[in-house]
């Protein structure tokens, strides 16, 4: 790795304040461009299952713009009318992500790559994936069920011979998946969801490598090797080959003690404005790599539903707190009824209150909550604050 010759140094404030500019936290959001604004800013909205207040890629707008309608979002995302184009698609970047479309060329390196992969873990019977192709022609855009079925039991790995195909089908390109419909995919042909003018796989991989570089570097504000690679999951020899080709500028951070580039535009102005106040999704790519975000936050975050109750120590799906440009606590979130439930909350001491009364009660009504009621906080002497405050918010 070629270390770079940084120019400019950057204080460690500079630092996340850039990062919160560039990830839509740090100023007055553009709420004319809505959910398509910020899967454009962010360049990646990750999708998961898990859905506690909503699912991560609804709360991703919401901790950005407020309470946007939540099927406001999700039409957002795929289709700003019935019978146009889907202006998204879904495909493996950080992980599985919604994606601008004007990026599908930009990832045809990710599909060259499964096209040439020699070993797969689930086997695709002959005659499968011509039949799913043909059936997608004919039919127009199907969930896995309506070809034929997506499981051969009910274990959730045992994929059946059409959904291996259809999967195989939407790594090589061939098959978009269009939109989330009850959380299933739907599939649809490449050749009709994807612009013309997008469609083909023209660009080589130093050009797609360069660009999604460029987009990381700008997702980011400022950020590592590490950071920049993780932000699309690419290699850290991917980022050596093409970073100084990526018109990011090297910087140095004090603290960071590894080097550093920049997006030229946020180092352009000095980042100032409004802090936004809200829960976080524990997929919320501004705090997307672990490492990153105790560098910039001081602060430790874990996603804890996938390990055993008995080991966990903020909660299933502990949502941070973001206040003041700054990580200021956790709240555990679930709802019963029209009660919003903080099961567990975390605070970095009594000045993190008002502030988590605030993305509590906002959060509520985002979700129709008419109700905040708190179970455990850490610290037992800040309970009764934070439920004062919240019944003074509530009103």
Known sequence: MTTPRSALTLSADDARRIALRAQGFLGIPDRRAG?????????????????????????????????????????????????????????????????????????????????????WNHELPDGAYEQVVKQLRAEGPLTATQLGGAKKTSEWWDWSGTKVAVERALMYGEVVCVERRGWKRVYD?????????LLHDELDDTECLRRLIRLAGRSL????????????????EQVDAVIADSGLV?????????PAWADPEALRTPPRGRHRTTLLSPFDSLIWERAR??????????????????????GYFAMPVLAGGQLVGRVDPAREGRTLVAKQ?????AK?????????????????????????VDAPELREPLIRELGRLLG
Do not use: M
Not at 221 to 236: F, P
Not at 345 to 349: A, E, F, I, Q, R
Not at 353 to 363: G, I, S, W
């Open 221 to 236: 504000g400022v950020g590592t090797r590490a950071d920049i690679a993780d932000y699309h999951r690419l290699k850290g």
């Open 250 to 258: 090297p910087v140095t951070v004090e603290g960071w003690g590894k």
């Open 189 to 197: 042909l490449a050749e009709r969801a994807i612009p013309e003018a």
């Open 35 to 119: 959910v398509p604004g910020v899967l454009r800013h962010l360049g990646a909205v990750q999708l998961d299952t898990i859905s506690v207040l909503a699912r991560s890629h609804e709360l991703i707008p919401y901790a950005r713009l407020g309470a946007v309608g939540r099927r406001t979002v999700e039409h957002s995302y795929w289709k700003p009318a019935p019978s146009a184009r889907p202006h998204a698609f879904e495909y493996w970047s950080h992980a599985a992500c919604i994606l601008p479309v004007e990026e599908w060329p930009h990832f045809a390196f990710r599909r060259r790559a499964y096209r040439n992969r020699p070993h």
């Open 345 to 349: 909350v975390t605070l970095d001491g």
């Open 352 to 376: 993190a209150v008002p502030a988590t009364a605030q993305a509590l009660v906002e959060a509520a009504g985002w979700v129709e909550c008419t109700d905040v009621r708190v179970e455990r």
């Open 293 to 314: 975000t105790e560098r910039i936050f001081g602060f430790t975050h874990r996603l804890e539903a996938y390990v055993p109750k008995s080991k966990r120590v903020y």
